[in-house]
């Protein structure tokens, strides 16, 4: 973590270290939950962004819904999701399909994250409201977690969402603020930082994640951690970045499980409230912990 170079397509290519090896599931419960969601006509996070833990979290009858349909608007560099600029129209029946699902799996906590939709006036904050609500009515027991796009900064529409009161409210700001205008696309280290001290000033608990191996210092990683805490956000989760394809960014560095570790305790040190930091750690990995 002691570069500076922001990433660039390279030929060359970082091998993959043991550590980052994982087993696709095969039990009748990845199955199960499998058909689950294709019978509801359910997009996930863990297929589009290719998920290393989905045989794990799969296996213990769990999934991170993602609403909006498949297509983001939005071409991040580090992301496997489809892009279009023009998706197709929401579908309306997609919040209670979700809610169904949620029922028959028996989950406790649900975890739901959208794909960007500037295409929309509200950037479909308005099926966020519809899903979450349908969730609360059909499972009132389940506790909700929601990973929110920024809205492109416009915070009465954040306002939305942490009105309904879910558990955690998520956004992440994906990497260091060097970084993330060669990382992201349209988002913004600051608009961020926005949308997550709405969250936080809401009462709601506001989480964020980012990615390691891009090129960043671990300087870098705890100013980023001195201005989450600042704000108000008590969440967070540290991950190694994988790249998804040949087009996508390249992995700078396969960061040591050693350096998770030693950044988890300089974060608690900090007082951020929880952190989740390794390897395989993604936004919504083993998420029921931070209720």
Known sequence: METKQDPKPT???VRKPEWLKTKLGD???FTDTKTNLQGHGLNTICTSGRCPNIGECWGAGTATFMIAGAHCTRACRFCNTLTSRTP?????????RVADSIKQMGLRHAVITSVDRDDLPDYGAAHWVATIRAIQQTTPEVTIEVLIPDFNGELELVDQITALKPRIVSHNLE????LTPSVRHVATYETSLAVLERIARSG???????????????????ELMDDIKAIGVSVLTIGQYLQPTRRHLPVVEYVHP???AKLRILGLEKKIDRIESGPLVRSSYHAERHV
Do not use: H, W, Y
């Not at 197709?88 to 209670?96: M, N, S």
């Open 11 to 13: 030929s060359t290519r």
């Open 27 to 29: 039990n009748s419960t």
């Open 88 to 96: 197709a129209p929401l579908d309306p029946g997609e919040p209670q």
């Open 175 to 178: 990497t260091v603020r060097r």
């Open 204 to 222: 709601v608990r506001a989480k964020t994640g980012i990615m390691l191996g891009l090129g960043e210092t671990e300087e870098e990683v705890l």
């Open 258 to 260: 050693k350096q998770f």
